[in-house]
């Protein structure tokens, strides 16, 4: 089992956050939209009472995002799998 390598004295540990930070800042003035397809999974839920899948298109429209598929599939795995 190797040791976890630990950044030599003086070295700067910031890059990668800073860089995260600019690709993020940068992707979100890039990317003004995404196509966006909501499923729930639920064997209980309906339209009125899902309130995940309302919060979601709330704030994704909110944001100028497109929902594009909005659907509630019971939790069996060939009824998930066909949705997706």
């Known amino acids: 089992m190797s040791e976890p390598t630990v950044p030599a004295a003086g070295t700067d540990t910031r890059t990668h956050e800073t860089s995260a930070r600019d690709h993020e800042a940068r992707a979100a003035a890039e990317v003004r939209t ?3 397809a909501i499923v729930t999974v639920s ?3 309906t339209p009125e009472t ?3 899948g309302r919060i979601l298109t709330e ?4 944001d100028g995002h497109q ?8 939790d069996e ?3 998930i799998e066909r949705a997706l």
């Open 43 to 45: 064997d209980t839920r």
């Open 34 to 36: 995404v196509r966006v």
């Open 50 to 52: 899902d309130t995940s």
């Open 59 to 62: 704030q994704l429209t909110a």
């Open 67 to 74: 929902i594009v598929f909005y659907g509630i599939v019971r």
């Open 77 to 79: 795995p060939a009824q």
